[in-house]
């Protein structure tokens, strides 16, 4: 089989920047580092910028303290200086001021990671291991609550592993679909769920009526029993799934020679 000529992230950027429209708000969080900043960060931009440069030239992200930052501009490095200093429309100081916009449903699109994902796109940040005191403590539950409860479309972006996609999470920290079927909705969450899952091997959406995860495309390369080896749960599945679109020629250009010439918002990974 030949080598894909693009990586697994520039895959996961082109199928994620398809998903954004013309003259959206998204949300991007904070990652810590390495996998984690790729994932929560690095992606989600760079899916950004791949859309305003296709497709929706007015689609607009919201990180850290920076609304609407120029994605034309990126620094060369993403240290504190050069962040204190990227152009933007603004930069609001209180973090109030992001909380309240989400509560008010002002962001159309929000991109989350996590360490744990169920079959129901409930979220884990928490912790792990299910007792007290657990196992392990995570990195808490920051906006991510809100995000899922009040945000339009969440994007869950992630990698595939048994561990990582379980049946149930050991601690729910942003309600996806909770238990399927109406049981969100009983919730009275505003916000319909998370639309998507994209990962490194597959992407998934959920079931209209059960709100179980949904095999939507397998990536090149990979085949399906792959991919439910990475999974500690059985997805439903489309009887026509599809092979996920390979990002084409002129979109893996702009990622590497326009959006991110310096290599600052991913770690190139061979597809």
């Given amino acids: 089989m030949r ?7 520039e895959l996961m950027i082109s199928s994620i920047a398809r998903e954004l429209r013309d003259d959206e708000l998204g949300f991007v969080g904070l990652g810590t580092a390495a996998r984690a900043f790729t994932l929560a960060v690095g992606i989600p931009i760079a899916a950004a910028r791949l859309a305003q440069l296709k497709h929706a030239p007015g689609f607009s992200i919201y990180w ?6 120029a994605l034309d501009a990126i620094p060369d490095a993403l240290l504190q200086d050069a962040y204190t200093h990227w152009p933007a429309a603004a930069s609001p100081a209180d973090v109030g001021y992001k909380i309240d916009m989400v509560t008010r449903g002002r962001f159309d699109v929000s991109f989350e990671s ?3 994902v169920d079959q129901y796109g409930n979220l884990n940040i928490t912790e792990i291991g299910g007792s007290q005191p657990p196992a ?17 479309r969440p994007i869950i972006v992630t990698d595939l592993s048994r561990r990582g996609f379980v049946k149930k999470v050991d601690f729910i920290t942003s309600v996806g679909y909770l238990e399927g079927g109406e049981s969100r909705a009983d919730l009275g969450l505003p916000g319909p769920g998370p639309s998507l899952c994209v990962t490194d091997k597959a ?16 990536h ?13 749960f059985e997805p439903e599945i489309l ?10 020629a002129e979109e893996i250009h702009l990622i590497r020679n326009v959006i991110d010439p ?10």
């Fill in 220 to 232: 090149p390369g990979v085949t399906l029993d792959e991919v439910l080896s990475l999974m500690g």
């Fill in 114 to 116: 996590a360490p744990q």
């Fill in 136 to 152: 392990t403590r995570l990195v808490g539950c920051l906006a991510q609550t809100e995000h899922l409860a009040f945000i339009k």
């Fill in 262 to 271: 310096h290599g600052q918002l991913f770690q190139a990974k061979k597809a």
């Fill in 3 to 9: 080598t894909p000529d693009y990586t697994t992230e």
């Fill in 203 to 218: 992407i998934f959406d959920f079931h209209p009526q059960s709100k179980r995860m949904r095999l939507r495309s397998v």
């Fill in 64 to 69: 850290g303290n920076l609304l609407t930052p």
């Fill in 239 to 248: 009887p026509q799934w599809q092979e996920t679109p390979a990002p084409s």
